[in-house]
């Protein structure tokens, strides 16, 4: 992997980014819109601390993975990705070049969500809100891995928008969200083992619940990012030229 074609990909993936203003839209504003609903569903107090905190993990990985598997089909079936991979551009300085955009993006996500929760909406946590944006770009970097890979397996855009409910939707039933994993039967405790998903959840529980970050954040933290470097590499090993 070379650093200088891989940081010139996120520059393009930017700029493109940029004179898309639905999907700047889709990942800055729809997350605190999205907080504030459910800050008026709740009416705030410890429920809505409770779930606030796991969505803003949960929000940035669902866009992140949405937006990111369209993008790469589209560079397939429009011809683009036929044509980078004719220049000296590898696979690994694709993929991490997405991975590192979205992650940039990822960040002014989270500090606009994060924000709104905190000094809007009131969120209360003993953990400092720094670790909450931490975990959600992590997060939303695991979603950007997992899209990435998916694409490979899809040849339109419905089939890339399908691989959500197989996908992601497994994760957030069995990350903790719904039923606390220590009271689910046997068989879905080990499968909510196998998503990274539940460790972020996980992570952004103790930041709820502990003042300084924990050994078990920590861990809960490495275990993510491990999976999202897995995710990157088995995107590049099924990365196809597939022109439309």
């Not at 949405?66 to 560079?75: D, H, Y």
């Not at 891995?145 to 039933?173: H, I, N, W, Y």
């Not at 990274?196 to 529980?205: E, G, K």
């Amino acid at each position: 992997m070379n650093p200088r074609i891989t940081l010139a990909t996120t520059a393009r993936i930017l700029r493109q980014l940029r004179h898309d203003r639905r999907t700047v839209a889709l990942l800055i504003v729809v997350p605190a819109a999205l907080l504030t609903l459910l800050f008026y569903m709740y009416d705030s107090g410890p429920a809505f601390d409770r779930i606030a905190l796991v969505m803003l993990g949960i929000f940035p990985f669902v866009i992140m993975f949405l937006v990111t598997s369209i993008a790469m089909l589209r560079e397939r079936t429009t011809g683009t990705l036929e044509r980078l991979l004719t220049t000296p551009l590898g696979k690994l300085d694709l993929l991490f070049g997405y991975g590192l955009a979205f992650g940039l993006a990822a960040a002014v996500q989270a500090a606009v969500a994060v924000g709104a929760a905190y000094w809007l909406l009131g969120l209360d946590t003993l953990g400092s809100p720094g670790l909450v944006v931490l975990i959600a770009v992590l997060n939303a970097v695991l979603g950007v891995a997992l899209g990435l890979f998916c694409s490979a397996f899809a040849r339109t855009e419905f089939q890339a928008v399908q691989f959500l409910p197989v996908v992601v939707v497994p994760q957030l039933l069995l990350c903790g969200l719904f039923v606390p994993r220590g009271q689910m039967a046997g068989w879905l405790q080990a499968a909510s083992d196998m998503f990274p998903l539940s460790y972020a959840v996980d992570a952004l529980a103790q930041v709820g619940r502990y003042a300084d970050p924990t050994t078990t954040m920590w861990r809960d933290l490495a275990i993510v990012a491990a999976a999202t470097i897995v995710a990157l590499v088995l995107a590049a090993a099924t990365l196809r030229r597939r022109t439309g």
